[in-house]
């Protein structure tokens, strides 16, 4: 019997194990005995192009030699070309076997009989075994008849009614070892996705897809990639550390909009080293690339699966193989396409859960921020309210005219700091409204700089000994600020300094222009404020911890007002301070 094969390895247990592998061997074991035959085999096809030998009856001798064989079908199908019809049956005599088919699996041992029409032991007699639609699904091979004879007419036709029964008998077995399989992949995917659905971060969903991915389709390397919330950027999980592809590659933006185009296709992509299977990449230069890939790390085959759910695409992952592990079969596509599909929805269901829950813990922490507002607010009132109150209530029982007047001025100061606290409270509003921005303007910031020194230094006390150094920038310097934001920012941060400094303290006004950049910067000598101070130190109504600086007055609002209005029109705002040596706030905003 010439098996016209190359033996790759012994591949043992290729059908399920148990009825489908057993019926098989009953077809075959009948087949002999009732045909006429000492020898039958059975292959079966796979998608890695090759019959695989799954049952061996006859000679106990040749089993060992013939499981596991393997045979490229497009060999016998050339083979079969120059068979002689017999019905089911084809037979290829010895002497018109192709010559250049010099490796065989297995050359029975026997007696030839001296007689017309002897059997030949490189005799081909096979039953290919095709299903409706005339693709091979495997071959009944039938080898040593008894009689030592070359079948007759007559006995053609037995061999014939007995292999229309086997054929049915195989089919029937192979449909069922798909159906079983096509069952088991199903169940070990939905596993896989319930597993990865039960997991709430990001992460855990990705660690869970990726091990059980590893097992279910007997991956050798899985990598994939998800666009973040709102398509910026990625996230790439790599299921071994020593990954063969090229990671930079394959996060590279054409890799993504690949992934996209799958998507897009609502397809997956086969990679191998010999190039594209299905849908290769729209450019034939990348695809090319993708292929060079593949051969450079000796990968076997790859398979693109895009991720996504309604019309929303999330991302893709690579399944990969190596060149000693089996071919992808179809339904092992067909379930990845599914995995991908299905995880789409896990993806989705978890970025909602998570939208819902930065929306509650936004709701959350806005209500407790309206609370805290409402608490502070009420607070800073209170005290100039119950001055109030107390400096009327003692102005009928003052007993002198100097008396009358401390009453006043405490009123005065305290009706001051209402005020102050009132205005303070309508520019935070106004700085904080994302919806109504006032228009801007070009600002020359040497005027304005000029103008808030002249009106410091007037408005400061003459008993005042604070020292201002002001660096004013050239005349053509600009930034884009809603009229008097930028005198607002310097007076703030001044006079800030000037309240934590000491007596004959000096506050430097510095700035600095680079390409497209202005900065200020505010330096002063004084308190200094702690990290955990600066840490909230752009917060309302914040005021330091430092016993010294809450002596001072001040609604905690002026740091946050500049804040907001720097923020706003795309600039910076930050701190770098050392307790007891002082304090340099640095601002940053594009120029004109």
Known sequence: MTTITTDLAEIGGLLTPGEDLSDLQLIADSLTALAGFEMATISVARSDGHLHMVVVSGQESARADLLGIVTPIERLE???????????????????????????????????????????????????????????????????????????????????????????????????????????LAEAARDVIRRAGRELDPDEILNSLSTGLVDVLDLTDFWLHMSKPGG?????????????????????????????????????????????????????????????????????????????????????????????????????LITAADLGRDFGRVVHNSRAYLRQRAAVDSLRELEAHKSRLIATVAHELKNPLSAFRWNIESLPYAESEEEYAEVLTALTRNRDRTEKIVADLAMLSKVSDPDHLPPTVPIQVARVLEEVYDQLS??????????????????????????GDLDRVVINLVTNAIKYSPEGGQVIVSTRTSPGWFELRVTDHGLGISPEDQDRLFTEFFRSTN???????????GLTIVSRIVSRRGGLISVDSTPGAGSTFRVTLPIV
């Open 78 to 184: 050339a083979e079969l070309a120059r068979a002689d019809d017999w019905g089911i049956f084809k037979f290829v005599p010895a002497e018109r076997l192709d010559p250049a088919a010099d490796v065989y699996g297995w050359i029975p041992t026997m007696t030839t009989v001296d007689a017309a029409g002897a059997w030949n032991p490189l005799d081909l007699l096979v039953a290919p075994l095709r299903d409706d639609d005339g693709k091979l699904r495997g071959t009944l091979i039938v080898d040593i008849p008894t009689d030592g004879l070359r079948p007759s007419p007559e006995k053609r036709a037995v061999l014939n009614r007995h292999a229309v029964q086997a054929q049915r008998a195989i089919l029937l077995a192979l449909e069922r070892e798909e159906l079983s399989e096509q069952v088991r």
């Open 232 to 332: 910026r950027g990625i996230r790439t999980k790599v299921y071994r550390e020593d990954f063969k592809l090229p990671i930079d590659d394959l996060t590279s933006p054409f890799m993504v909009d690949y992934g996209q185009y799958l998507w897009d296709q609502r397809s997956i992509t086969v990679q191998t080293p010999d190039g594209a299977e299905r849908l290769p990449h729209p450019d034939p230069a990348l695809q090319q690339r993708i292929t060079e890939w593949i051969r450079h790390y000796k990968v076997g085959s790859i398979v693109g699966v895009p991720i996504g759910s309604g019309q929303t695409w999330y991302g893709a992952m690579l399944l990969g193989r190596g060149p000693d592990k089996p071919h992808w079969s179809e339904l092992e």
């Open 458 to 483: 007037a408005e400061m006390p003459t008993s005042d000994l604070h020292e201002l150094v002001f660096d004013i920038p050239s005349d053509d310097v600009h930034v884009t600020l809603a009229p």
């Open 547 to 557: 016993p010294t600086a809450l002596k001072q007055p001040g609604t905690g609002l």
